[in-house]
């Protein structure tokens, strides 16, 4: 969720794809870059990645996004956005890159995950990655956050939780190892 709100605090209102791509050419933050790394779908080797989201994720998402810039608690703190805007976001940012990457939603996150130590809606966020993908099918999951908390809580389940940056410097690691195999001619 956070690395949506970084996009969005970067790119300003309203997100368009066509700022988005233009802020990457230029000088993109480690959000920016981790979700560009998502957006085609397939991974440097040729494996699949799928994005997906809860109700959740969305509703908190547009939240923080129309909140006001000043509160008194900062909890209650966001973007300033219009609501319609913010909304936008998730329709645009987050539903285009589901669809880029045939992801999904998980819909209703009746039971947070990991709570113990991390909050309900970190909880929450965690339930949707172990939650996402197709019955049917194994899945490396990742869970992309900057909070800290987040990043150094011991959690339960297979699922590695990455710092942005972490998650591009892997995700770079991977195409300079599958260049050289074909460089190779495996």
């Known amino acids: 969720m956070n690395i949506y709100l970084d996009i969005?605090?970067?790119?300003?209102?309203?997100?368009?794809?066509?700022?988005f791509e233009a802020t990457l050419a230029a000088d993109p933050g480690d959000s920016l870059l981790a979700i560009a790394a998502l957006r085609s779908g397939v991974m440097p080797d040729g494996?699949?990645?799928?994005?997906?989201?809860?109700?959740?994720?969305?509703?908190?998402?547009?939240?923080?996004a129309s909140q006001p810039t000043r509160a008194q608690d900062e909890r209650n703190r966001g973007l300033g956005w219009s609501s319609e805007?913010?909304?936008?976001?998730?329709?645009?940012l987050v539903g285009d890159l589901i669809f880029c990457t045939n992801g999904g939603s998980i819909g209703d996150v009746p039971i947070s995950y990991g709570t113990p130590p991390l909050d309900h809606e970190d909880g929450c966020v965690y339930a949707t990655v172990r939650d996402g993908g197709h019955e049917a099918v194994y899945y490396?999951?990742?869970?992309?956050?900057?909070?800290?908390?987040?990043?150094?809580?011991?959690?339960?389940?297979?699922?590695?939780?990455?710092?942005?940056r972490d998650w591009v410097?892997?995700?770079r690691a991977l195409a300079r190892a599958t260049a050289f195999k074909r460089m190779l001619g495996h």
């Open 169 to 171: 410097l892997r995700h």
């Open 47 to 64: 494996c699949s990645v799928e994005v997906w989201t809860s109700d959740h994720i969305d509703y908190l998402v547009a939240l923080k």
């Open 140 to 164: 490396d999951r990742y869970c992309l956050t900057r909070d800290g908390h987040f990043l150094r809580a011991n959690l339960p389940g297979l699922i590695d939780v990455l710092h942005p």
């Open 8 to 19: 969005a605090r970067e790119l300003g209102e309203p997100f368009t794809w066509e700022k």
């Open 85 to 92: 805007n913010a909304q936008a976001l998730v329709d645009e």
